[in-house]
């Protein structure tokens, strides 16, 4: 089992940052996928980015490109989202989540690909 505590959310302004940061437990997969997932009032769980084990792929969404960076240190079985200029459209409770086996390509965006799900840090952007 994996257990994922995030932390770092929060309220910020509009063209403000906040880094997210996802620190993982139990018994982890050297082939293990991470990402993120974010959920706003009323709407769907939706993808935000997800990193390989080694960092060598990312995807990430097309809301998010440009503005989210998303990192891992495997030593410290850690992961980030470090988010820049955020907009109200980015408020939402935002999830870390990791998969054991390694990246499929054109799934990584899938939530059911994902077996082990933090509890979510609430992330509030004002106007």
């Known amino acids: 089992q994996v257990q994922l505590v995030e932390s770092g959310g929060g309220l910020v302004q509009a063209g403000g940052s906040l880094r997210l940061s996802c620190a993982a437990s139990g018994r982890t997969s050297s082939t293990s996928v991470m990402a993120w997932f974010r959920q706003a009032s009323g709407k769907e769980r939706e993808f935000v980015a997800a990193?390989?084990?080694?960092?060598?792929?990312?995807n990430y969404a097309d809301s998010v490109k440009g503005r989210f960076t998303i990192s891992r240190d495997n030593a410290k079985r850690t992961q980030s989202l470090q988010m820049n200029s955020l907009k109200p459209e980015d408020t939402a409770v935002y999830y870390c989540?990791?998969?054991?086996?390694?990246?499929?390509?054109?799934?990584?965006?899938?939530?059911?690909?994902?077996?082990?799900w933090g509890q979510g840090t609430q992330v509030t952007v004002s106007s």
């Open positions: 989540a990791q998969r054991s086996r390694s990246w499929i390509v054109g799934r990584m965006a899938l939530p059911n690909e994902y077996q082990y």
């Open positions: 990193i390989s084990w080694g960092g060598t792929l990312t």
